[in-house]
């Protein structure tokens, strides 16, 4: 036996390539490829379920994010960076890619958008859509994961909205 046996097999260039490569599979950086802003990881289900174009694009395993940022175009890239989707590619218009737009869902699976919160609380000075959403939770009746763009519920940025309106309108009306 000599030592170039050894060394044909060796391929140095090839295992930490090879364990680079896997590791930016599962985890990526979680940048953004468009924004370069840090995504929050999602489901692989969520991207099933919002897209309207073929799944056949989809990569059936490693890991999805999504971005918020409210210019950005892209609402979902993969964890490698190869591939994304971006909002014209979605089922539904995304809350946090439409601020600005009353009527797109800041809840998915109960209907509230902006305009409906709005109104409740012009109407009688206060919101119960948190209290909603959490009765249909404990009913078991919400389904984040696939109406949600997000993929996850959606009471934070409920509050978000209604904290928003309530001081628009604190703004508005004199103490
Ligand atoms: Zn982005």
New binding site residues.
């Given amino acids: 036996m000599s030592d170039d046996c050894c060394a044909v097999n060796l391929t140095p260039d090839e295992t930490p390539k090879t364990v680079e490569m896997s590791f930016a599979l599962k985890t990526g950086t979680g940048l ?6 840090k ?1 929050k990881k999602v489901d692989t289900i969520t991207v099933k379920a919002m897209l309207n174009a073929s799944l056949r694009d989809i990569s059936p395993t490693g890991q999805y994010y999504f ?3 409210p210019d ?3 609402v979902y ?1 993969f964890a490698d960076g190869s591939h994304s989707f971006t909002k014209d590619q979605l089922r539904e218009p995304v809350h946090q890619k439409e601020p600005a737009a009353e009527t797109v869902p800041v809840c998915y699976c109960f209907g509230h958008t902006p305009a409906s919160i709005r109104a409740e609380i012009e109407a009688t000075g206060e919101s119960t859509v948190v209290d909603d959403v959490n009765t249909g939770i404990k009913a078991g009746q919400c389904a984040c994961e696939v109406r949600n763009p997000q993929g996850s519920c959606c009471l934070g940025n409920v509050r978000a909205v209604m904290k928003e309106i309530t001081q628009a309108q604190e703004m508005k009306t004199p103490a």
């Fill in positions: 953004c490829p468009a924004c370069r802003t995504g971005c918020k940022t950005c175009a892209t890239f």
